[in-house]
């Protein structure tokens, strides 16, 4: 697991690792999971999303920068689908893109919708099973 510290208290806080972020680059095909868009690594306009977010000041609980609590999104906190996620907070935990800290389930528990309305279930190994 990779640290960096916090600017605001000094104290270490948790980010996904490169292999990890590689993992779903991997998984999401380079592509945006909401909208499909191509996305290409280096050259900006996309974020990788925590479904379950950190926190203030981050999370050291390595499920938080998992692959299945991940997601390759277009756009920033406030653009592209990562803004809509941001805006749009209650349609976007029906579908999956956001789960609550204060749920019961855990991310690798709750399935997602990716481009064309599939519900998918994703797993800390880069696995996307599709359900129902």
């Known amino acids: 697991m990779a640290y960096t510290v916090s600017s605001r208290s000094n104290r270490p806080m948790a980010r996904p690792t490169r292999g990890t972020i590689d993992v779903v ?21 996309y974020s990788v ?6 926190g203030m000041g981050g999370s050291s609980d390595p499920e938080i920068n998992g692959p299945a609590n991940l997601l390759l999104l277009c756009g920033s906190g406030v ?7 941001e805006s749009n907070r209650p349609e976007a935990t029906d579908l999956g893109l956001l ?23 994703l797993s800390d190994d880069g696995g996307v099973e599709i359900v129902g």
């Open 49 to 54: 999303h925590h479904r379950q977010p950190r």
């Open 79 to 85: 653009t592209g689908c990562h803004g809509w996620v």
């Open 25 to 45: 680059w991997a998984r999401d095909l380079s592509r945006c999971f909401r909208c499909s868009i191509m996305l290409h690594y280096g050259q900006g306009g």
């Open 99 to 121: 789960v609550s800290r204060n749920s019961r389930y855990s991310p690798i528990e709750v399935p997602v919708q990716r481009w064309g309305g599939q519900m998918v279930r």
